[in-house]
């Protein structure tokens, strides 16, 4: 199993500039997750889905949209980047079973200009 | 709302014990976990506890946790240069969501 993968690792976009964040995971797990980290604050949960076609918000939704059309994928789109948008954005998958362990793609670092 | 606090920075000697330390309020914690993050790297579950327990010990690794006080505290035991890492601290809410702490960065000293 590749766990949960995330593409791009890095990218650089100017202010107003759109783009998805790709995730997919290969262990049908339902639940999936997008958190940004920034320094000093921890993860911030962004959107959450827990099932193919089900969205719902986190913490930090504001200016970002998620879809889930399929179990595997979770892309997550910025709709007009701002500065404040820099940080490294992390997804998760997990099976909502058990122990309830979340697995981490490696992360993309957004610096948006 | 829900809040998990826990210190930024803690400094240890080689082969000292570290003790990392978090609180939460979400009383109605299921699972409670900690993740180490190596510098460049992403996110790695080091170990869990379920909220009935006091205490899993993992090797060099013991957790203790307190319900009463919502204390959780991750030990490690003869601490190495490799341990260097941030620690989070998370609980996990009713939607299978993780609340997360803001990273303790633990830094060895020789």
């Known amino acids: 199993n590749a766990g949960v993968t995330q593409t791009p690792k890095f990218q650089v976009l100017k202010t107003g500039q759109s783009m998805t964040l790709q995730c997919a995971q290969d262990?049908?797990?339902?639940?999936m997750s997008w958190y940004r980290q920034d320094p000093g604050m921890g993860l911030r949960l962004i959107h959450y889905?827990?099932?193919?076609?089900?969205?719902d918000q986190g913490e930090v939704p504001n200016g970002y949209n998620v879809s889930r059309s399929t179990t595997e994928d979770f892309p997550l789109r910025l709709l007009s980047a701002a500065p404040s948008q820099t940080s490294v954005y992390f997804c998760?998958?997990?099976?909502?079973?058990?122990?309830?362990?979340?697995?981490f793609g490696p992360g993309t670092r957004l610096t948006v200009l | 709302g829900e809040d998990v606090e826990q210190s930024l920075f803690l400094s240890v000697r080689e082969g000292d014990s570290s003790v990392i330390n978090c609180t939460y309020t979400?009383?109605?914690?299921?699972?409670l976990y900690w993740y180490k993050q190596e510098p460049g790297a992403g996110l790695q579950l080091l170990t869990y506890?379920?909220?009935n327990m006091d205490m899993k010990q993992d090797q060099r690794l013991t957790v203790l946790l307190n319900k009463k006080d919502k204390h959780l505290s991750l030990r490690i035991a003869d601490t190495q240069t490799g341990d260097s890492a941030i620690y989070f601290c998370a609980e996990e809410d009713s939607n299978y969501q993780l609340i997360w702490g803001a990273g303790t960065k633990l830094i060895i000293k020789p």
């Open positions: 889905s827990v099932g193919a076609g089900i969205t």
């Open positions: 506890i379920f909220s």
């Open positions: 262990m049908n797990h339902e639940y």
């Open positions: 979400d009383s109605s914690s299921t699972y």
């Open positions: 998760a998958s997990t099976s909502g079973q058990g122990d309830n362990e979340q697995f």
